[in-house]
């Protein structure tokens, strides 16, 4: 039992007290570290580690350096040199303001710092578990040195937290791949028991930048995204986005920084995710290295120890900045795009190779069995034969140049129908391969929501009225949300206790079998439930109203028919893909044709 009176605790147990707030892990501690270094201005920062940072982490910078005056208080809680007046808090520019990472840091490990303001030598402070710091003079070059031992080796309860050296090492990688991430003109090593694992020089070109990400992020992915780059009212958001057919199926490669720090925002993932909503099959995820700019006083960062969260003064601002900025990117992918023809190689040896990774990144599910049964009862030819054609043309689904002056279409003039699936066009690189279903549920689809939003759907009146037969729960539902119908372009009546007659339809889906859709329409609504996210999700609505009003497999069209979906494809935004997400077309240029059948070899 305490003595219940009231003491000022040592400044080594306040500090050891803060340290649990920050400290978590090595990886913890990697971050203040080269967060330190960056707001020193260095171009260079060299992270040594070993037993998983356990033992050592060394950070050297070729920054600013610490004045000798300086280096005792850089030790201190409650010291730095990044906030001055009140007004600063208001406005931060630095990642760092709190001043006292290292004092948490050195309090729970044998702790020195060596430091030169110029290339006349510097000095030295060690603190061993934030006891006494002493001083001395060190030979040392313009910069800061910074080294961690025997982490937590004074505070037992965490060290048991401790897990073995390689998940420590895997998250000090983690951090150390964000910090590589959001800052391209600074060169980056880290070294793990002697050996180098990373290396990244400053890359201050728009290639330098894209390898860097290709090696952090792999190559699929920068061969498959899209660059952004769009500023106004105050924000200003750069960087890649993953096409919709480059997606992964948990959310570990979203990347979003702000003002060059790691933010976590609920907020803002859910705004990409609704950029993508519209082209991405459910419960996938889109994958991205964003980032946005904002002036320093319209956030604040000074929300949680570890600043990974801020909250935006005008957050609505910033929500509809980031996603229309994207929604228009993505609504940008349709046959005409420019992509480098690389793509297509990198596609063959996906082939060739066997490997499974891009065509893994790239695999939407099927939704259409027909179209899906058709698709892998007609294989690739000898010469991969355990490759199904779906695989084979998800694999090649990239979009390729237009084709120049000789073609003025983009995908080229119809040939022929394919298995009742495809339809085969040849443009002036080759051969283009359509899933028709696929690009017409994406037009029709397309259509409905710029009707629906701008100048409402046109309906046809049935010469026949078709009578539907519905349950009780259904039936109320259709009477509680006859207006929506009605917007939605399905004019119904009530004709008896469980009979709705189907008196007008939308003009674009004529052919549709309405019996189907309606009931497609009422299972959405009965999920939907209240009416307010009905609004919300009523693209969902108009997504199962296209997917019904497409074209089926096995429909015979006519050569002009095949010409006028090509044409309406080039013209409908995001027809690069299909509702959820897969490619609606592949070029197979006549080069890879050739080299498939090793003409000329
Ligand atoms: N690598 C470095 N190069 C130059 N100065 C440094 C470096 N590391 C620390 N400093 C100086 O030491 C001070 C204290 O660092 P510390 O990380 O404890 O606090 P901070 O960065 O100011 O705030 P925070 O606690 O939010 O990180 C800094 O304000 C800075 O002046
Ligand atoms: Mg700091």
């Known amino acids: ?17 803060a340290a649990g707030e920050v400290v978590e892990r090595p990886a913890s501690v990697i971050k203040e570290l080269l967060e330190n270094s960056l707001d020193a201005g260095a171009t260079r920062i060299e992270v040594e580690l070993e037993q998983g940072g356990v033992k050592l982490m060394s950070v050297r910078d070729n920054g600013r350096g610490i004045h000798q005056e300086d280096l005792l208080l850089a030790v201190s809680r409650h010291a730095t040199s990044k906030i001055v007046r009140d007004e600063d808090l208001h406005a931060i520019q630095t990642l760092g303001f709190r001043g006292e990472a290292l004092a948490s840091v050195a309090s729970v490990s044998r702790f020195l710092i060596q430091s030169a303001t110029d290339n006349q030598g510097g000095h030295a402070v060690e603190v061993d578990g934030g006891n006494e710091a002493r001083e001395r003079p060190a030979s040392q070059p313009q910069g800061t040195l910074v080294e961690v031992r025997d982490l937590f080796y004074n505070v037992p309860a965490r060290r048991k937290f401790l897990r073995a050296e390689r998940t420590e090492l895997s998250h000090i990688e983690e951090v150390f791949k964000r910090v590589a991430l959001s800052h391209f003109a600074v060169g980056f090593s880290l070294k793990h028991n002697g050996k180098v694992l990373k290396q990244y020089h400053p890359a201050n070109t728009l290639e330098a930048q894209e390898k860097r990400i290709a090696a952090i992020l792999g190559q699929e992915f920068i061969s498959n995204a899209l660059h952004v780059e769009n500023a106004a009212v105050g924000l200003a958001l750069s960087g890649w986005i993953a096409q919709p057919t480059f997606s992964r199926s948990q959310s570990d490669m979203q990347y979003l920084f702000l003002n060059g720090r790691v933010i976590r925002d609920k907020n803002l993932t859910f705004a990409i995710k609704k950029a993508y909503s519209d082209v991405l099959y459910h419960g996938r995820f889109p994958v991205y290295a964003l980032y946005l700019t904002i002036q320093p006083d319209m956030v604040d960062v000074n929300v949680h ?36 023809p690389a793509q297509m190689t990198g596609a063959f040896k996906t082939l060739s190779d066997d490997t499974v990774s891009f065509r893994r990144a790239a695999t939407q599910p099927y939704r259409s069995e027909p179209v899906e049964q058709a698709a892998i009862e007609f294989a690739f030819g000898a010469h991969s034969p355990q490759v199904p054609a779906a695989q084979v043309f998800e694999a090649l689904a990239v979009e390729d140049s237009a084709p ?13 129908q394919l298995h009742g699936v495809y339809i085969l066009a040849q443009n002036a690189k080759g051969l283009v391969i359509v ?4 690009a017409h549920e994406r037009i029709s689809y397309e259509r409905l929501k710029t009707a629906f939003f701008e100048e409402g759907i046109h309906r046809q009146h049935l010469l026949v009225p078709l009578s539907i037969h519905l349950s009780e729960k259904d039936m109320a539902c259709v009477l509680e949300h006859m207006d929506t119908f009605r917007k939605l372009g399905l ?36 999920e939907l439930g209240e009416s307010e996210r009905l609004q919300d999700t009523i693209q969902d609505i108009l997504s199962t109203m296209a997917c019904h009003g497409a074209i089926r497999a096995n429909r015979q069209l006519s050569l002009a028919e095949m010409n006028a979906l090509l044409r309406d494809m080039e013209m409908t935004e995001r027809s690069g893909q299909c509702n959820h997400g897969r490619p609606t077309w592949a070029q197979l240029r006549l080069e890879d044709l050739d080299k498939l059948l090793m003409r000329g070899q």
């Open 1 to 17: 039992m305490s003595s219940q009176r009231i003491q000022l605790l040592s400044p080594r147990l306040a500090n050891q007290i």
């Open 305 to 340: 120890p570890s600043k990974h969260e801020v909250r935006f003064r005008e957050h609505r601002l910033v929500f509809d900045f980031l996603y229309r900025t994207l929604k228009q990117a993505l609504a940008d992918v349709r046959p005409s795009h420019d992509l480098q």
């Open 404 to 416: 120049r002056v000789i073609e003025q279409h983009p995908l080229g003039n119809a040939l022929a």
């Open 435 to 438: 899933d028709m279903h696929a």
């Open 491 to 526: 004019i119904l009546q009530e004709s008896g206790p469980d009979v709705v007659l189907l008196r007008e339809v939308p003009m674009v889906l004529s052919n549709a079998n309405c019996e189907a859709l309606i009931k497609d329409v009422l299972s959405d609504l009965n």
